[in-house]
T-cell receptor, first 116, second 111 residues
């Protein structure tokens, strides 16, 4: 149980275009999902916390107008990288939890974004 | 916010030996400390976790210890095997469930 599905697994786009990444909790409801970014050989850095039905909370230094997060339902959160630039190329990973006591976070498979 | 530091950044051990990775955290309110294993290009996989009301937890060859007073926790892998080679991340979180990750340890098990 507790499967998190993330799509696409990889995407290549041109500078200036936008890319949408989906994160779904397949067998549980997640009121909160988290979006992380990981550059090569570095750790996972929290970008934002996605809350169902309300605005996302962004970490310091993350541009909310560039990384649009929508958490429209209890099983789906989307991250849209707008006007992508080569420096946005990274591994983006979402995570979610059922939120019950002692339930761990479960990660999606990640999305490798390459901006040319 | 929480700050998690992890050491060492790289660790090489001979197959069959033990490996120890250490982390410290700053936020005394943190109460959940999971460890993740990440293979190249893949998502982090939870391997073991510990909560602040427990001092030690073991699962076969993997164990984690927690010292709340000193705010540090460690991962111990015994009888290492080549398939244990990966990057390991410690992390910590409080009630908000936001995980703060350590910088990672590249573990290489030499055959």
């Amino acid at each position: 149980g507790a499967v998190v599905s993330q799509h696409p697994s990889w995407v290549i786009c041109k500078s200036g275009t936008s890319v949408k990444i989906e994160c779904r909790s397949l067998d549980f409801q997640a009121t909160t999902m988290f979006w992380y970014r990981q550059f090569p050989k570095q750790s996972l850095m929290l970008m934002a916390t996605s809350n169902e039905g309300s605005k996302a909370t962004y970490e310091q230094g993350v541009e909310k107008d560039k990384f649009l997060i929508n958490h429209a339902s209890l099983t789906l959160s989307t991250l849209t990288v707008t006007s992508a630039h080569p420096e946005d190329s990274s591994f983006y990973i979402c995570s979610a939890t059922p939120g019950t006591v002692n339930s761990p976070l479960h990660f999606g498979n990640g999305t490798r974004l390459t901006v040319t | 916010g929480e700050n998690v530091e992890q050491h060492p950044s790289t660790l090489s051990v001979q197959e069959g030996d033990s490996a120890v990775i250490k982390c410290t955290y700053s936020d005394s309110a943190s109460n959940y400390f999971p460890w993740y294993k990440q293979e190249l290009g893949k998502r982090p996989q939870l391997i073991i976790d510990i909560r602040s009301n427990v001092g030690e937890k073991k699962d076969q060859r993997i164990a984690v210890t927690l010292n709340k007073t000193a705010k540090h926790f460690s991962l111990h892998i015994t009888e290492t095997q080549p398939e244990d080679s990966a990057v390991y991340f410690c992390s910590g979180s409080g009630s908000a469930r936001q995980l703060t990750f350590g910088s990672g340890t590249q573990l290489t098990v030499l055959p």
